[in-house]
């Protein structure tokens, strides 16, 4: 119902959305009928290309429909359930397309047909990873107790089958949530015992990323020295991994805090333009908006607040969205319209339990109701929202940041033009 929901939001059957939506559609009912082990529909599988052929050429999610097209035509007579077959790693990456385009409900029905149709041993491989990604969908539109069971159910099959990796990777995930929920110290005990168990089994990018995840939990509760160790040693870990857009969000949010805006405005400028993944993009405009607060520049605050007005942000960006529009109307004395995107924010917080912004959104509703009994015109200096910490702690990564920013920029153009 996922999938007709979303052609019935579609604006037209002209957009790109609406033409995704329907190509991903067809692919799934073909995977179910080639799961029942008869012969494909010649006229499913010509729908299946024609609709593939409607895409824009650089959607998302465009190759990997492609790559399952190839594979069902090849496998046109329906399953065989002795044989391996690459239908199901086809999905999977049909649902990797759909996070990183930021289509989570979609991609909770695209890992959850690829769990179900899973039977031979080889299928069987990657379903704990399906779990992992059909969790983190549910994660972002805000169904934590849905997340924490797929958490659960993909550990303990990979647990069974003696599949270390995915297993860490899903304990990862776990620690994520609880600290979403603001349960810091459980997710804290989970990454120190991810680390123990990556390092000696020599699991490099598990490694990588359970220190890049200490790292956010160090920036939260500001210490942001250590935040910033644990994010370099993780982007040393993770060399050319698609991860390292992460850990660069990451470095830029703790150059931020500390006042060097030039530097994070540089990191999240090319994040936005250049990053793979959807939220990742929408990550650094929101950071930009911030900046454009920190920095006096309403025009550019603004800009991106309407530029973000619009977007389908998960549960957990659209809670920091409302609390930085807040944040930013009274940086611009305009209390009244920060009073109603405070209460956007706090609605948001709690009815998806994003604990972690407890404490920032008590410090904008103290500064709101200090704007609204102060009849003086406060001064620019007052208003602005101060960076925290130590300006002498950060210098030491200042240079490597730039570095790191401008090395992965090259990269990613390298990679661009290639494709």
Not at 93 to 120: K, M, N, P, Q
Not at 200 to 205: G, N
Not at 300 to 317: G, I, N
Request: charged share 25%.
């Amino acid at each position: 119902m996922a999938y007709f929901r979303a052609l019935a939001d579609a604006p037209s059957e002209q957009c790109s959305t609406w033409r995704s939506t329907l190509a991903g559609l067809v692919g799934l009912r073909l995977v179910d009928a080639w799961a029942e082990g008869g012969p494909l529909p010649g006229a499913g599988i010509q729908a299946f290309e024609r609709a593939i052929n409607m895409m824009d050429v650089d959607a998302m999610e465009r190759p990997a429909l492609k790559r399952l097209s190839d594979t069902l035509l090849a496998e046109k007579c329906g399953r065989d359930a002795r044989a391996e077959s690459p239908v199901l790693e086809c999905l999977r990456d049909y649902g990797e397309s759909l996070w990183l385009g930021a289509e989570w409900t979609l991609g909770v029905d695209a890992c959850r047909t690829a769990i179900r149709h899973a039977v031979t041993p080889a299928d069987h491989t990657i379903v704990p990873s399906l779990y992992d990604r059909l969790g983190n969908c549910f994660r972002a539109i805000g169904r934590q107790d849905s997340a924490l069971e797929a958490f659960e159910t993909g550990r303990a099959l990979a647990s069974a089958r003696g599949d270390l990796a995915s297993e860490l990777h899903l304990r990862i995930s776990e620690a994520n949530l609880e600290e979403q929920l603001g349960n810091s110290g459980a997710a804290e005990r989970l990454l120190e015992e991810v680390l123990v168990d990556a390092e000696r089994a020599a699991l490099t990018h598990v490694r990588a990323r359970a220190l890049h995840d200490r790292g956010v939990i160090a920036y939260y509760r500001e210490d942001h020295g250590r935040a910033l160790s644990l994010f370099f040693q993780a982007l040393s870990a993770y060399g050319t991994h698609p991860r390292v857009e992460r850990v660069l969000a990451d470095i830029a949010m703790v150059v931020l805090e500390f006042g060097f805006l030039d530097i994070a405005r540089d990191a999240f400028r090319a994040l936005e333009i250049y990053s793979e993944e959807r939220v990742q993009r929408w990550t650094a405009a929101l950071n930009l908006m911030r900046i454009g607060v920190l920095d006096g520049d309403e025009a550019a605050f603004d800009f991106y607040r309407r530029k973000m007005a619009d977007v389908r942000l998960s549960a957990r960006l659209e809670a920091h969205y409302h609390l930085l529009v807040s944040e930013g109307w009274l940086r611009f004395d305009k209390p009244s319209l920060a009073h109603k995107a405070l209460n956007r924010a706090q609605h948001t917080a709690r009815r998806y339990k994003v604990n972690e912004l407890g404490e920032r959104l008590a410090h904008c509703l103290l500064d709101l109701q200090r704007a609204r009994t102060t009849s003086e015109r406060l001064p620019a200096a007052a208003r602005q929202i101060a960076p925290r910490g130590q300006a002498s702690d950060v210098r030491p990564f200042l240079e490597p940041t730039s570095a790191a920013v401008l090395e992965w920029r090259r990269v990613r153009q390298s990679q661009l033009i290639a494709a």
